[in-house]
């Protein structure tokens, strides 16, 4: 089964070119892994800011940067609980918090454990409990006893997991809503425990053929502990007692070490799993499976066979050793090899299936892979055969990049945001106040894009508290105070447009008409339509394809680019009132405090006032020249804003321009066409 063609080497190149060309190469294996680590630390900002002792963590394909756009691979969240002291020792008990001892004997499956409660005041054990002492933790912790021990089901994390609105539960995570255009989201929630697992301690001592992993890797490992996820062995008989042991940081680490050669083997093995197993056999084979093998393979290898001219030969290889797992239903973990993976996943039925398609793969040589579909594979492959060119995608892959980053900082910076959209004014300016001193006391201790996810956050608030504190000026004063503009200048260069539209919208608010003119003649000049990409988090479903200029500049830069090439949508907070036009302001009141509990939660958008940059931009642009009386450049205003709605296909809040548009024909006297303009609104 297992032979190398005479001319393994020739197509073993054209396939590693094909690969570059759509997106697996050095360059974008490290900028999806800066974009997913950058969008971690953000997310664990968010958290820790609004009083979660909790970290965020990205692993899976993502983080790892060995996927394709075509592979659409999930993004896979885990959120760690830091309040819990989980040990495997009792001489690192702590005081006066919530220990859990880590049970791992011969009576719980391999890679689990079992979590006992341990007292607060002692590291001894609890021999009995009362509702009462229980009842005051998190809602769904339920305790079972086995043995005399009192245990913690993981039931407990599993149901808040469940809680997440509208997701559906695949083990141990919970799927958001699948957005069309968007990867699955699967949250997952786990304790952490700082030492490295009792059941993994013989790897660390280990070391394959090829001398990988290395020492330095094994001791750096070794640093990372273990999480313990909610989730029992399949048909155990404790399942509800069980947690999985998962060394995710540790695989990470892994993943990081590979070679160009081993992470485009990887990528080409879930290629063929979506193509050939997947449509057939959904659940049976996992991309963690995948991974799991090639981890063997390499570490039984040497390291000289992992070139790019021998790429068909690596695969061959993987797919015989995976074809051998299937066959015994066993594919141990590479760091704790007692934990069977495939330990009832793979139907009887099934198996003989499977087997051979992965047979006919092997057997199959260059011909199975001309047939995948998937990136266009095949069809590349067959024209470098050719020897002709295949288009090479890495400016619309950076794009893809740049743009989720952009709109996954809108959404988390979003999320502290609306946590205090309920607040007054003044305790709003507290709230953002310390989030800004947190975050700059956070930077000066840390490095890399930790700093850069404060400076991101930092700069965003900033804008958001000199809204706050204009507002409050403009209400006592009619004018904005030094103190507000200083906080707004800080915060004006996050991106293209929404800072500035801010202050421009709080200059128009007091009577400025000079300055709102030139603040927004400025926001214009630098609004390139075919390169800024409008951004909003609030509606994941709008997935259009980026602009060729955008392309062009995400492909030279990372993150720092967002400020030059993205456009956010402008949002206003109730206490930010008074720096709203009073047509906007009436988007703060949508909703009856009756009817405001019946709303989903995914409607927390309703008391705010959230409207695209550009149609803003027109729109204040055409009540700043009607109170000139420019006549002209208000016309051009407006038409511009028209023609905006109309074309513009990347709008989060379509129905609040069409709004405004029709506030605007009402100005001017086409009541008609305001008319039109607000049924359209209302059937958004």
């Not at 063609?5 to 697996?24: F, H, N, T």
């Not at 799991?292 to 290889?317: D, P, Q, R």
């Not at 074809?323 to 973990?333: A, F, K, M």
Request: proline share 3%; with cysteine; aromatic share 8%.
């Amino acid at each position: 089964m297992f032979q190398a063609p005479e001319y393994i080497e020739s197509v073993s190149v054209l396939l590693s070119d094909v690969l570059s060309d759509i997106g697996v190469d050095e360059r974008i294996v490290l900028k999806r892994r800066r974009a997913a680590l950058l969008a971690e630390s953000m997310e664990t900002r968010s958290i820790q800011l609004q009083g979660d002792n909790a970290t965020a963590y990205c692993f899976g394909s993502q983080s790892e940067g060995t996927t394709t756009l075509q592979l659409d691979s999930d993004i896979d969240q885990l959120w760690c609980f830091n309040d819990y002291n989980v040990i495997q020792d009792r001489s690192d008990w702590k005081p006066g918090v919530a220990n859990y001892l880590m049970i791992q004997d011969d009576t719980v499956s391999p890679g689990y454990c079992l979590l006992q409660r341990l007292r607060n005041d002692t590291p001894l054990p609890y021999h009995t409990f009362h509702d009462k002492y229980f009842s005051s933790k998190r809602k769904g912790k339920v305790l079972g006893e086995r043995k005399g021990k009192i245990l913690i089901q993981n039931t407990f994390l599993s149901a808040v997991a469940g809680a997440v609105h509208g997701g559906v539960r695949h083990g141990p995570a919970q799927t958001l809503p699948e957005q069309p255009g968007h990867s699955n989201v699967d949250i997952v929630l786990a304790f952490h425990c700082k030492s490295w697992p009792l059941q993994a301690r013989q790897w660390l001592d280990w070391q394959g053929v090829g001398q990988w992993p290395s020492a330095d890797m094994r001791r750096y490992c070794g640093s990372t502990g273990c999480f313990l996820v909610a989730v029992g062995s399949k048909g155990s008989q404790h399942e509800e007692l069980e947690w999985r042991i998962s060394t995710s940081l540790a695989e990470r680490c892994l993943m990081f070490n590979l070679n160009i050669t081993q992470i485009r083997c990887y990528v080409l093995m879930k290629i063929i799993l979506k193509t050939f197993i997947k449509p057939y056999f959904e659940d049976t084979i996992s991309s963690f499976m995948c991974k799991t093998v090639m981890f063997h393979c390499i570490a039984n290898t040497h390291s000289n066979i992992w070139k790019e001219n021998n790429i068909l030969g690596c695969l061959s290889l993987c797919l015989f050793v995976l074809h051998n797992c299937i066959l015994n239903e066993n594919c141990p973990h590479f760091i704790m090899p007692g934990n069977n993976l495939m330990r009832g996943n793979i139907p009887h039925t099934d198996k003989p299936y499977i087997l051979q398609k992965i047979c006919d793969v092997v057997s199959g040589r260059c011909i199975a892979l001309l047939e995948i579909e998937c990136a266009s594979l095949g069809l590349r492959l067959q024209l470098k055969m050719n020897n002709l060119s295949s288009f090479k995608s890495s400016d619309i892959v950076s794009g893809y990049i740049l743009k989720t980053l952009a709109r996954e900082t809108d959404f988390i910076i979003r999320s502290c945001i609306i946590s205090i959209s309920n607040s007054s004014n003044e305790e709003a300016v507290q709230t953002l106040l310390k989030y800004i001193f947190k975050l700059v006391d956070t930077s000066h201790h840390c490095v890399g894009v930790d700093k850069t996810a404060c400076r991101l956050f930092a700069q965003r608030f900033c804008t958001s508290l000199g809204s706050a504190l204009a507002s409050h000026s403009i209400h006592l004063d009619n004018a904005v105070s030094a103190e507000a503009l200083t906080w707004i200048t800080l915060g004006l260069n996050t991106d293209v447009s929404s800072g500035k539209l801010k202050l421009a919208s709080i200059y128009y608010c007091v009577g400025n008409n000079r300055k709102t003119e030139i603040t927004l003649r400025n926001i214009e000049r630098s609004y390139d339509l075919n390169t800024v990409e409008p951004i909003c988090g609030c509606h994941l479903y709008i997935n259009q394809a980026p602009r060729k200029g955008f392309n062009t500049v995400s492909n030279d830069h990372n993150e720092e680019a967002i400020q030059h090439i993205t456009a956010f949508c402008v949002k206003f907070l109730p206490y930010e009132i008074k720096c709203v036009p009073h047509e906007l302001q009436y988007e703060m009141f949508r909703s009856s405090k009756d009817t405001l509990h019946f709303r989903p939660p995914d409607d927390y958008w309703i008391k705010l006032t959230v409207v695209d940059s550009l149609p803003y931009l027109y729109f204040l642009q055409y009540k700043t020249y009607r109170c000139l009386g420019r006549q002209d450049e208000k016309k051009r205003a407006l038409s511009t804003l028209l023609r905006t709605i109309d074309r513009e296909p990347d709008l989060g809040h379509r129905e609040t321009a069409l709004n405004l548009l029709g506030q605007c024909m009402e100005q001017e006297d086409r009541a008609e066409d305001a008319l039109r303009c607000y049924l359209l609104s209302l059937r958004r």
